[in-house]
Every structure is written in C-alpha cells, then in structure tokens.
C-alpha cells in the first residue's frame, strides 16, 4: 500500500482558514456584525474551516465551577472520579422551575427498548412537572443513528431539541453548513456571562464548548467527553465459570475465542471489534504526522494488519453469524444473553446492562478488558474530541422558548450529587426507585419499564462514575479507566477545532462499507489497496491537502 508524502513546498494560505480570529467582544453581537469582522475568506462548510480553540473564546460561556461532592476515587491521566456511594444529603443546584409550560419534541438515540411514551409513563410525567415544560422524546435506535440523522439534516426536518452524537456529525456531509440553517444561534444566550442564568451550563468545560461551534457561531450545548469512549467488554460471570484468562496479545485473543466458540449451544466468541482492533494494531485515530509525512489511518501497515485479523476471525467464524451476515442483529441483546462473550460497546452501555439485567439475573458480570497492544507491548488507545454530542435547538422558535429550553437543558445538566441529577435519572422515590441499604437507588418493577436516559441525553455534564448500585461496578470501571486513560495516542490537531471537508465526510462512510465486506468475506482482503485508492480518489487525498495546510498554518508541518 503507498505511503504519499506532504509536500514540503506546499505552503498553507491563511486566508483560506477562518480561525474564527474576529472572536471579540463583537462576537456576542449579531450574526451580521460577526461576519464584518471575521477575516476574509471562504466561510465554513463543504470546504472546511479549522481554528485554534482560544481563538473561539469569544464565542462560548464563561466557566463556573461547580462541585456537589467530592469523589471517593480521583481521576487519573484525565479519567473520571469514581463515587463509591450516594451523598447521604442531595445538593440543590437549580432554583425554582425551569419551565414556564411549554411543550417541546426532543429527538435522541437510545440503545435498548423503547419505554411506553408521554401519557402512558409516570417517569415522564414526574420529571416534566419538575421541569416545569413537557418533553416528547422521539428515540431512535442508537445502532443506525447515522441513517436517520443523515436523512433528518438532507431533509432539514428537525424537532425542538435534537441531541446528535459527535462521530455522527463527523460522517454528515456539509453539516458545518446546515447546522445555521436549522438549529438556533446560541452565541447571544450563552456567550461569556451572558450564560449567568444557566450555572450548570456554565460549569462545563470551555473546550467541550468549542466542539459545537459552527459557522462562526455557538449552536449547540456538549456533553463533555472522557478521554476513551469504548473498548472489548466481556462475561466476567462466564469467564469465572469457565476458567478462562484474559488475553493481553491478539494471538491470545483469537486462541481465547476459540475456546469460548461452541456454536452446538449456541455460543459464539465474539461480536464485531474491528474499531477496537486497530487500537489493539495501534493504527491511528484518524492521521499519523510523522517524518514529514502525513497519513492516513487506512494507508499505514498497521491498518493493513488489523483488517486481516479481523478476516482471520470471521473467516474462523468466530463472530455470531447474525453479526457476520450483517441482518441487523443487536449485539447487545446477544452479550446480555450470553450467546457473544466479548463484544465492543461504548461505556454506557455497562450499566445499561446491569439496569436490564440484574433485577432477573443477579450473577450477570461484565467488565472491560484491560488495555492490551496486539505484540504485548505498550498500548496505544484512541482518544476523545473534548465532547462526544451536541444537543441542538431548532431555529426560528422565538426567543422565550429558546430560553425556556435552556434552562430545561440547564436542569438536565446538574451532575452527580444534586436533587436535580437524581430526578432525571431515576424519577421518584418509592415510585421508580428504593434506595438499598447503601443509599442507592434501585428501580422498581415500575421504573424498570419506564426509566430511560431521555434527559441524560439532551444535556452535558461533567463525567463520573457513580452508579454504586451496581456490584463492582464503579471500582472496576476506574481501576480500569485509571490504568487505560495513560495510553491514548498522541493527536497531531490537538487543540485545533476542524470541521471537516464535505467530500471527505462523504467518501468516509462509503469505504467503511466495503472494508465491512472484506472483514465479513464479501469481499478479498487483496481488494483492500483498491479500496483505498477510491477513498484517496473520492476525497481521501483532497483531505490530505487540507489536513496538510492546517498543520502548516498552525506550525505543525
């Protein structure tokens, strides 16, 4: 496979990157006198922009700290504190009702049932009261998001508040365009102390701001990120019955599923990991800048090495054959069930099992995999954007319900420790949940049919590990956080706010699914040097030249 060099001689223009370097006291203004005093140049969108992220300080809240309770195990290399009990006194972090009686759709992903909907479901109706507004969730499965995303912004037919995953954004073609057009304009509600009436929104990051800024303006409010976001769990429960041992090499890993694999009892090893694969390869997030050269993630050896593994595993039928048939089986329900033992899933879906699974099944155990290299070297993990989503307001609703909304979203964005967080998490005391003899809320039968993450997931907040209902969980997940968190790779754009080119955003998912093919045995692992070069025809090398001047306007190259 080539390896294609950055031209040396290439020189970046600084006026094709916008920087967003008019971020004054302007910038708080309205569009119009924003756009006089950014500099000259093409404007975000189908050709992409990049800016440093002090230079968009202007356009983003103030930050205002704010603490409920100290943590029982702190944070290390950027991971989150773990709480290993609930604070016997809740703090109140929002004064009064938030709402004022409206009634807003919102439109969010959820990974698991569906719960009854507004008029059928207590939850809703305790959280909405405390709100003050009504909130009509429209969920969608999480597992095809970027279908329906991708078809809700072509379309431009958004609800009153859309929460979208940042990787989704990533793979909308012209989002940095469409995203003035539909969703509100943020920047004078929030920008600097104008974000005083909203304190919990005020007490995220400044840098998980900077990701919902686009087209010169803030749109959107973040959930900020940890530095990892998914990994391989598996059957802790299974693995102690059956003796098995955690591998910490890929040989180790293939010859462990080949001890699980016992399709007779419909057992199989495995769900897709081909994200967490290149991990365990060590092939980059998305561009390696070294040498002078930069490249990209399909066109290192290591990409090349991590593809065949994963053929080897499909091919040794190792994966449950619903997965390797691509017929939409929910990996999820498969692990749960104990029919996959080792699958990927982002770092929710752990108590969103224990939820599900625990009040039928009080031995289920999962747990994540400690973070290996495939040589048994040192590990090398991809790290986090500052925020994993965005949740948008649509535009034209006047600015009474803009605000409304805000101070909805602002409720929704109390952490850890307060009444605020336990009452759009769990609902009702002696309702939806009793707290157990630790103090902890466990849902009844009755939230166990009706509690969703709805309102966790149409706000930020700032992370932490704090379900300590569940068994093990909350040491278990930061002892492994703690030691994984000190291997993310190193970024050539930290600290740089990129949107990305249209045609690269387009060529992205189209080569996922033919790579897809070659895992799954649709296609040859020989096709792969062919697959690439489509990707670099498509809009692989024009993002090169892109990432390429970034790189020399910020002093990188």
């Known amino acids: 496979m080539r390896h294609p060099h950055l031209s040396h001689a290439r020189t970046a223009s600084r006026r094709r990157f916008l920087g967003l370097t008019g971020a004054t006291a302007a910038a708080l203004a309205g569009g119009g006198l924003l756009s006089a005093c950014a500099p000259d140049g093409p404007r975000p969108g189908s050709d992409g922009s990049a800016a ?153 990051p400044t840098n ?74 060590r092939v980059p997030r998305e561009w390696r800048h070294e040498n002078g050269e930069l490249v990209h993630r399909y066109e290192t050896p290591e990409f090349e090495e991590a593809v065949a593994f994963m053929r080897r595993v499909y091919d040794a039928e190792l994966v449950h054959p619903d997965i390797a048939a691509g017929s939409g089986a929910n990996s999820k329900e498969l692990f749960n069930s104990g029919r996959i033992v080792v699958n990927q899933d982002g770092f929710g879906a752990w108590t969103e099992a224990y939820q599900a699974i625990l009040p039928q099944n009080p031995d289920f155990r999962m747990d994540l995999v400690p973070a290996f290299a495939h040589d048994g070297g040192t590990p090398s993990l991809h790290g986090n954007d500052p925020s994993n989503q965005s949740v948008f307001i649509k535009k034209g609703l006047g600015e009474e319900k803009v605000t409304e909304i805000l101070a909805v979203l602002n409720y ?53 590990v704090a379900e300590s209902e569940y068994p093990d969980y909350v040491e278990s997940f930061t002892t492994w956080f703690n030691d994984a968190a000190q291997y993310t790779e190193d970024n050539p754009f930290e600290g740089i706010r990129i949107q990305r080119p249209s045609s690269y955003a387009s060529a992205e998912q189209p080569t996922e699914d033919r790579i897809l093919d070659i895992l799954r045995g649709r296609r040859e692992v020989s096709e792969l040097g062919d697959v690439i070069d489509q990707w670099r025809r498509d809009g692989g090398d024009a993002a090169r030249d892109f990432y390429g001047e970034v790189l020399a306007e910020y002093g990188r190259a």
């Open 52 to 204: 440093n992220l002090d230079k968009l300080d202007a356009l983003v809240p103030d930050y205002i700290p704010f603490q409920a309770v100290e943590p029982d195990i702190p944070g290390q290399h950027g991971a989150p504190p773990g709480f290993t009990s609930y604070p016997e006194r809740l703090v109140r972090a929002v004064e009064g009702t938030p709402g004022s009686g409206g009634s807003y759709k919102a439109m969010a992903p959820l990974w698991g049932p569906i719960p009854p909907g507004l008029g059928e479901n207590s939850f809703y109706d305790f959280v909405n009261s405390a709100l003050g507004a009504t909130i009509d969730f429209q969920f969608q499965d999480g597992n095809t998001i970027i279908d329906k995303m991708n078809a809700v912004i072509a379309a431009g037919d958004v609800v009153d508040i859309t929460m979208i995953p940042d990787w989704a954004i990533g793979l909308i073609p012209d989002f940095a365009e469409a995203a003035p057009q539909l969703f509100e304009d943020l920047t004078p509600y929030l920008a600097g102390s104008a974000v005083q009436p909203y304190p919990m929104l005020a007490s995220l």
């Open 208 to 281: 998980a701001w900077k990701w919902s800024v686009f087209g010169d303006r803030l749109h959107g409010v973040p959930w900020p990120t940890d530095p990892l976001s998914e990994w391989i769990f598996y059957r802790r429960d299974l693995f102690d019955e059956h003796g098995w041992q955690l591998p910490t090499t890929a040989d180790e890993l293939f010859a462990l599923g080949e001890e699980i694999n016992d399709p007779r009892n419909n057992r199989w090893a495995f769900g897709d990991f081909y994200r967490v694969a290149r991990q365990i390869f």
């Open 412 to 464: 929704c964005a109390a952490p850890f420790g307060t009444v605020e967080y336990m009452t759009y998490r769990y609902g009702e005391e002696g309702t939806h949940y009793e707290p157990n003899d630790n103090g902890a809320p466990e849902l009844t039968e009755l939230g166990q049919k009706e509690v969703s993450n709805g309102y966790l997931f149409i706000s930020g907040r700032n992370n932490a």
